[in-house]
C-alpha cells in the first residue's frame, strides 16, 4: 500500500544548528502539506504546495523557515537557525488534489524534533 | 479565520461501551468536507471517517458514525462497542477552500478494560 514516507523519524541537534527533513508523498498526490504539531495539541499547517507551487505558507516563519517541493514531487523543509521552541513533530501529508474527488489526506509518520 | 473547537481534552470510555465526541467548526462556505482521523501512540495519522457538507445522510464506516448538523456547524463522532485499539488522539478536521485542512486540538480517548 502506497505511503507518505518521511526522513528522519528523529532528529536532536543544537540550538543555531540547521535542519532538514524530507518528504516523499504518495504517487500521483498534487497537494502536499507541512504541519507542525507540539504534544499534545492538534497539528498546525506551515506549509501547502500544489505541485511545486506554494498554496498557503501564511504560517510559515519566513525569517528561519523554508520548504521547496522543486519538481512537484518529493519536499524538503528546512529550519536555520533552529530554536529551543522549534522542538514538535513535523508531518508531512498529501492528498489527490483534485477538489471533486477524494480529499483525504494520507499523513506520514512524521519527524520528531528535539532542540537542546 | 476558519476554526475548530473540540471542547473535550480527554474522554474516558469502558470497553464494549459507546461514546461521543464533540466537534464544531465555523466556516462561511456553504460545501466542504469534514473529517475525523485518530492518531494513535506513536503511529501516524489516519482516517476514521468523512462528511460531505451537501449530503444529509450521516457517514457511518462500521463501528464509527458521525451527527453532521450542518445549520449549527456541529460534527460528533460516535464510536459503539468501543475496543482497546481504539485509544488514541482524535481530531476533527474541516476542508476548505483550496484543501486546507484545519485541525481541533484534539480529544484524547482512553478505553477501560
Known amino acids: 500500500e502506497a505511503e507518505v514516507a518521511q526522513s528522519p523519524r528523529y532528529k536532536i541537534t543544537e540550538k543555531s544548528q540547521a535542519v532538514a527533513f524530507w518528504c516523499d508523498p504518495i504517487?500521483?498526490?498534487?497537494?502536499l502539506y507541512w504541519y507542525r504539531q507540539i504534544l499534545g495539541q492538534g497539528p498546525e499547517l506551515l506549509v501547502q504546495?500544489?505541485?511545486?507551487?506554494?498554496?498557503?505558507d501564511s504560517q510559515l516563519p519566513k525569517d528561519r523557515f523554508s520548504a521547496e517541493r522543486l519538481k512537484g514531487v518529493d519536499s524538503t523543509l528546512k529550519i536555520q537557525p533552529a530554536e529551543l521552541g522549534d522542538s514538535a513533530m513535523y508531518l508531512c501529508?498529501?492528498?489527490?488534489?483534485?477538489?471533486?474527488?477524494?480529499?483525504?489526506?494520507?499523513f506520514g509518520q512524521g519527524t520528531r524534533l528535539t532542540v537542546v | 479565520a476558519q476554526t475548530v473547537t473540540q471542547s473535550q481534552p480527554e474522554m474516558s470510555v469502558q470497553e464494549a461501551e459507546t461514546v461521543t465526541l464533540s466537534c464544531t467548526y465555523d466556516?462561511?462556505?456553504?460545501?466542504?468536507?469534514l473529517f475525523w482521523y485518530k492518531q494513535p501512540p506513536s503511529r501516524q495519522m489516519i482516517l476514521v471517517i468523512r462528511?460531505?457538507?451537501?449530503?444529509?445522510q450521516n457517514a457511518t464506516e462500521n463501528r464509527f458514525s458521525v451527527n453532521f448538523q450542518k445549520a449549527a456547524k456541529s460534527f460528533s463522532l460516535k464510536i459503539s462497542d468501543s475496543q482497546l485499539g481504539d485509544a488514541a488522539m482524535y481530531f476533527c478536521?474541516?476542508?476548505?477552500?483550496?484543501?486546507?485542512?484545519?485541525f481541533g486540538k484534539g480529544t484524547k480517548l482512553t478505553v477501560n478494560p
Open positions: 478536521v474541516k476542508e476548505g477552500g483550496s484543501e486546507k485542512l484545519v
Open positions: 504517487s500521483g498526490h498534487a497537494t
Open positions: 501529508a498529501s492528498s489527490s488534489g483534485q477538489a471533486t474527488l477524494n480529499t483525504e489526506a494520507f
Open positions: 466556516t462561511s462556505e456553504s460545501d466542504y468536507y
Open positions: 504546495f500544489q505541485d511545486e507551487s506554494v498554496v498557503d
Open positions: 462528511q460531505e457538507a451537501y449530503k444529509q
